[in-house]
């Protein structure tokens, strides 16, 4: 069985930064694209950031020049600068991955979520 297990959300002032870590584990024999994405009350979840396993990177306007995508590959674990937060980056913030298993069956794979709050 696969898992993604979030951290590092929290509260954080304005200009503040958080680094979110999303972890996976389980039987997995290779991750491919990995990606946060956000979502706040009544509204859609978006996509902010996506990493291919070639570390290619793809940003939301409104995140660029501010967050990092990046991953550890030896470790299946992705993660997120996220720096200049200003209060409309409040959401609960997903990890998600496309990986195939042990049995070679390939998956989409969501994380719990983490809330992340930035105060004015």
């Known amino acids: 069985q696969v898992q993604l297990v979030e951290s590092g959300g929290g509260l954080v002032q304005a200009g503040g930064s958080l680094r979110l870590s999303c972890a996976a584990s389980?039987?997995?024999?290779?991750?491919?694209?990995m990606g946060w994405y956000r979502q706040t009350p009544g509204k859609q979840r978006e996509l902010v950031a996506t990493i291919t396993n070639g570390n290619s990177t793809n940003y939301a306007d409104s995140v660029k020049g501010r967050f990092t995508i990046s991953r550890d590959n030896a470790k299946n674990t992705l993660y997120l600068q996220m720096n200049s937060l200003n209060p409309e980056d409040t959401a609960v913030y997903y990890c998600?991955?496309?990986?195939?298993?042990?049995?070679?069956?390939?998956?989409?794979?969501w994380g719990q979520g983490t809330q992340v709050t930035v105060s004015s």
């Open positions: 998600n991955a496309d990986i195939w298993d042990s049995r070679w069956y390939r998956n989409n794979y």
């Open positions: 389980g039987s997995i024999f290779s991750i491919n694209a």
